[in-house]
């Protein structure tokens, strides 16, 4: 079946420092590819998305470019802010037929000052 | 805010016992999605919801069920809880089926239940 692997967290980075988080997937076909955030006490937000191979999506400084030889969705941003501290989710669905988001585990990401 | 709410935001149970989580989709949202998250586990998909149908079902025990109202809101009934069932559940909704497929699902903040 369907699944989507992620890096172990806490990711703890000083501010400005350079982020990556890594995400892996399995699946059939094509899926597309999402990453989603969860900011302390709020509900998971769509940050960014990716539905063909070599598509890079793009959000508030985050990148994320969909590598299907690889199998990979790695999160990126080159500068981190103590407000981008959250846990990221990165999610696939493989589309037509299928309804809901497979997600990784999540990885926390705290950014100092 | 998402526009997704959900009730209550924690409750603490006993074994044996049975509650009802409540969510209340994006105005004009038409599917809901409930998701559990344990501890040590990502999100689990276990059943979506479109226009009062059940449309798609995933990891759900039989012990779990849910039911989508005329008034689209959403209930997910959880029976015969055990310690493990302890979890942040999370519903979210979408305009239509398609909704999962281009990935714009909007979250609530989730309902976490400890089962003691």
């Known amino acids: 079946g369907d699944s989507v692997t992620q890096m172990e967290g806490p990711v703890t980075l000083s501010e400005e420092a350079f982020l990556t988080i890594n995400c892996t997937y399995t699946a059939t076909g094509y899926p597309s590819l999402f990453w989603y955030v969860q900011y302390p006490g709020e509900g998971l937000q769509l940050l960014l998305k990716?539905?063909?191979?070599?598509d890079k999506g793009s959000n508030k400084g985050f990148e994320a470019t969909y590598r299907k030889e690889t199998t990979s969705f790695h999160l990126e941003k080159g500068s981190v802010q103590v407000s981008d501290s959250a846990v990221y989710f990165c999610?696939?669905?493989?589309?037509?037929?299928?309804?809901?988001?497979?997600f990784g585990s999540g990885t926390r990401l705290q950014v100092q000052p | 805010d998402s526009g997704v709410t959900q009730t209550p935001k924690h409750l603490i149970t006993a074994t044996g016992q049975r509650v009802t989580l409540r969510c209340s989709p994006r105005s004009g949202d038409l599917s809901v999605y409930w998701y559990q998250q344990s501890l040590d586990q990502g999100l689990q998909f276990l059943i979506q919801y479109y226009n009062g149908e059940e449309r798609a079902k995933g990891n759900i025990l039989e012990r779990f069920s849910a039911q989508q109202f005329p008034d689209l809101h959403s209930e997910l009934n959880l029976s015969s809880l055990e310690l493990g069932d302890s979890a942040l559940y999370f519903c979210?909704?979408?305009?239509?089926?398609?909704?999962?497929?281009?990935?714009?699902?909007?979250f609530g903040e989730g309902s976490r239940l400890t089962v003691l």
């Open positions: 999610a696939l669905n493989r589309g037509t037929g299928r309804r809901a988001l497979t």
């Open positions: 979210a909704s979408s305009v239509g089926t398609s909704g999962a497929g281009t990935g714009e699902l909007f």
């Open positions: 990716a539905t063909k191979a070599d």
